[in-house]
């Protein structure tokens, strides 16, 4: 009787252990976390997370102070432990701060994240005529000193003869090396990091490379900021630098083009992300591939090129926007899903299909072989396949007018819906073509650039001019009489016209533009 009461209570004992160890495993980082997202409309402004929630304070240009709610999932977090974007810098926080948490639902909403004071500057014990005085006499010494530390340089190479093992400036850092930065080109880096997942650079891969990029020259301005010519260790890179009150589209851009299995060759390469603080204002940089050429509006406006030529830029671009619009299902096994479902963890299982929003033939970039990548993702939204909903980001900025589908400019796309979306994207894909096809020198014959509609509205038209023009007079761009002559013409013609129907429904996809694209110049190869 003893024993069999000392065996029940044996595995009691087991059973309970059991139930804490694995009630532990349940709640150690798959739990979800409930947090307050102001950009989380179709969810009440509430957002689950693996990770954290969080809240940043920024100042304003007007110098007002704005507060941002959001989640931080595990993906983001590295180390997953103590998140690079949880740290705080305290002496430089004084025009952008982030505070994390994650011990109970909605914390966020109780984070009140504090800037800090910028630094008074001491009154000086000078008069003004004193510090010109002492401006003056330096300015004679540091001359006096440049001018003797130049002879001892010249003196000394004389000596030594001509040849030194100089270090170049673009060498120089300001952080110290990661571990996988030694030694590896930017290509070969992100071949080896982003192979498993596609999802881009761990995080302080990314600020290592921000911290030891130089400004060469800026290349161009828009409304988010400037992009400027870096070098990263003789490398030329872009970097995209968004003014503080255009911090939603910094951080909307870095987050999708760190979507799983996004990077495809004519999309545009992202290399990293980074915010730098220098005491007076925050710095977004996005640091993406750079491309000589520029953008595809530029580089029509400076070039035509042959039918040949023009198919396989229009194919490149249509092979990105079908990636783009593609949702890709990842490969993890059913038992695998079912724990991870089971324990109410958001998954990720492969790439959402996403919509870019704002394609224009400035947000192309062309590349050294002729062919295109597409850029610029900070208005573009992602598709839940799992509930069916689309991933809107709460932002001020609005498409291209010249651009916008006719079902925009007279709003009745319907939103929740993402096959609106990628059927707005078609619209613009055909405008493109349009633009690219007046390129196409056929016989030494071919038109000048020109923007969509560019005898119809003004330089920078209002939304009632674009809807006058293409909603109610349902007009499209001008089709020249020769392009009835060439066959690659004619296939762009057709092309063109099924992307930009006035119903949406019955367009093209990107898929079947690019099909078509592909199998056309196919033949063509096969004559030759």
């Keep these: 009787m003893r024993s069999r009461i000392h065996h029940n209570m044996y595995r009691s ?73 949880c740290h705080k810098q305290k002496s430089l926080n004084t025009t952008f701060v982030m505070e994390c948490c994650k011990h109970e639902d909605f914390c966020n909403a109780h984070l009140s994240p504090q800037l800090m004071p910028k630094p008074q500057v001491p009154k000086s014990p000078f ?40 270090r170049h400036g673009e060498d120089s850092i300001e952080a110290p090396d990661h571990p996988i930065l030694k030694g590896v080109s ?46 990263w260790r003789g490398e ?25 299995m996004l990077r495809h060759d004519n999309i545009l390469g992202f290399i990293a992300a980074d915010n730098k603080d220098n005491g007076t204002w925050t710095q977004l940089w996005l640091i993406t591939d750079y491309h000589e050429y520029g953008s595809l509006f530029d580089f029509l406006g400076r070039n035509t090129m042959d039918t040949n030529g023009m198919i396989r830029m229009a194919l490149s671009i249509a092979t990105g926007l079908a990636h783009l619009h593609m949702d890709i299902m990842g490969t993890q096994g059913f038992f695998f899903l079912y724990v991870l479902k089971t324990s109410n963890e958001k998954i990720s299982t492969g790439k959402p299909a996403i919509a870019h929003r704002d394609l224009k033939s400035k947000n192309i970039l062309v590349k050294s072989n002729f062919t295109c990548a597409i850029g610029d ?13 689309v991933d809107i980001p ?44 007046r390129r196409g020198n056929v016989g030494g014959i071919y038109d000048e650039y020109q923007l969509p509609f560019y005898d119809a509205v003004p330089s920078d038209p209002t939304i009632e001019e674009m809807r006058r023009v293409v ?19 004619r296939i762009m013609l057709k092309l063109m016209k099924e992307c930009w129907y006035h119903n949406a429904t019955a367009r093209l996809t990107a898929l079947r533009i690019k099909k078509t694209l592909s199998n056309f110049r196919t033949s063509e190869e096969l004559k030759m």
């Design 394 to 437: 709460l932002n001020n900025r609005v498409g291209t007018k010249r651009y916008m589908a006719p079902e925009v400019l007279d709003e009745t796309m319907n939103v929740n819906h993402f096959d609106s979306f990628k059927r707005a994207d078609v619209y613009a894909l055909g405008l493109i073509f349009w633009e690219i096809a």
């Design 186 to 231: 930017l290509q070969h880096m992100i071949e080896m990091t982003t192979s498993g997942s596609g999802s881009g650079l761990p995080l302080l891969v990314q600020r290592s490379i921000a911290r030891q990029i130089q400004l060469v020259e800026i290349i161009g301005q828009g409304r988010f900021g400037e992009v400027w010519r870096g070098r």
């Design 127 to 166: 008069s003004t005529s004193e510090i010109t005085l002492i401006i003056v006499i330096s300015s004679i010494l540091l001359l006096l000193a440049i001018l003797g530390a130049f002879y001892l340089y010249k003196t000394k190479r004389k000596r030594s003869g001509m040849h030194h093992h100089l």
């Design 13 to 85: 004992c087991l059973l309970a252990f059991c139930c804490i160890f694995w009630l532990g495993q349940f709640n150690n980082g798959v739990q979800s976390l409930k947090c307050k997202c102001e950009v989380c409309k179709e969810t009440n402004f509430t957002c689950d997370t693996d990770g954290y929630c969080f809240t940043t304070t920024y100042l304003t240009t007007k110098g007002g102070i704005e507060h941002n709610y959001r989640c931080l999932d595990r993906a983001l977090q590295v180390p997953h432990n103590n998140p690079l974007f």
């Design 471 to 489: 909603c109610v007079e349902k007009q499209r761009p001008n089709i020249p009489n020769r392009w009835q002559s060439c066959e690659a013409l």
């Design 236 to 260: 030329n890179v872009a970097v995209k630098i968004f003014s503080s009150r255009e911090e939603r589209s910094w951080f909307r851009e870095a987050e999708i083009y760190q979507t799983v």
């Design 377 to 389: 993702l900070g208005l573009a939204v992602r598709h839940d396949s799992t509930t069916d909903t």
